[in-house]
C-alpha cells in the first residue's frame, strides 16, 4: 500500500515542477459566437402538447385514484351514502 502512495507522491511532484502551456482560444470562441446566427426557438408547439398532456394526465390520475379505491373494497360503492340523499 505504500508502494502506491510513493508512486502517487512522484506524479503530483513531477506534476508541480512541469511547466503548463500558456496561450488563450477566447478571442476564436468569442468570434464563432458572435457567427452564430441567433434564431428564435419555436417552442409553442412543445409547450401545447405538455400543457394538454399534463391536464390529460391528471384526468387520468382522477380516475386512477376512483378505481383504486372501489377495486381494494369491492363494497365500496355498496356501503357509502348515496350522496344525492339526506338521512336526516
Request: aromatic content about 14%; cysteine-free; glycine content about 4%.
Amino acid at each position: 500500500m505504500d508502494k502506491i502512495f510513493d508512486i502517487i507522491e512522484k506524479l503530483a511532484q513531477k506534476a508541480r515542477i512541469e511547466a503548463v502551456p500558456q496561450f488563450s482560444v477566447s478571442n476564436r470562441v468569442m468570434a464563432q459566437i458572435d457567427l452564430i446566427e441567433r434564431q428564435p426557438t419555436g417552442l409553442w408547439p412543445f409547450e401545447i402538447f405538455a400543457g394538454v398532456s399534463a391536464v390529460a394526465a391528471s384526468i387520468v390520475v382522477f380516475f386512477s385514484i376512483q378505481a383504486w379505491q372501489t377495486v381494494f373494497n369491492p363494497l365500496y360503492q355498496l356501503l357509502s351514502p348515496y350522496q344525492g340523499v339526506s338521512l336526516w
